[in-house]
């Protein structure tokens, strides 16, 4: 089993800029992708990003490719997901995921291990 805590969610004007991260722990040779999504109230849940655990290939939503980055930590199975420009549309709970996956399947049922969510306002 693989746990995945996240952090770094909270309220920012339009046009600013949050840092999230996401921590794996237990077993996480059985993951080789860890992801975000993002749901938004009244909205299907969305994929924003997701990277290797190599952190060789990363690949991004339409919807955030020319804002988002997302870097890895120096441990595999930490990473951050730097936000910028964030808009009202970007308003939503963020979800870590992970899984045994290639990291350009954004398909929910692909991630197996998810985080409770950290909430992201943006006014």
């Known amino acids: 089993h693989v746990q995945l805590v996240e952090s770094g969610g909270g309220s920012v004007q339009a046009g600013g800029s949050l840092r999230l991260s996401c921590l794996a722990s237990?077993?996480?040779?059985?993951?080789?992708?860890m992801a975000w999504f993002r749901q938004a109230p009244g909205k299907e849940r969305e994929a924003v990003a997701a990277t290797s655990t190599g952190g060789t290939k990363t690949y991004f939503g339409d919807s955030v490719r020319d804002r988002f980055t997302l870097a890895r930590g120096d441990d595999k199975n930490v990473m951050f997901p730097q936000m910028n420009n964030l808009t009202p549309e970007d308003t939503a709970m963020y979800y870590c995921?992970?899984?045994?996956?290639?990291?350009?399947?954004?398909?929910?049922?692909?991630?197996?291990?998810w985080g409770q969510g950290t909430q992201v306002t943006v006014s």
């Open positions: 995921a992970a899984g045994s996956t290639a990291p350009c399947n954004f398909q929910e049922w692909r991630y197996g291990f």
């Open positions: 237990g077993n996480t040779d059985s993951i080789n992708t």
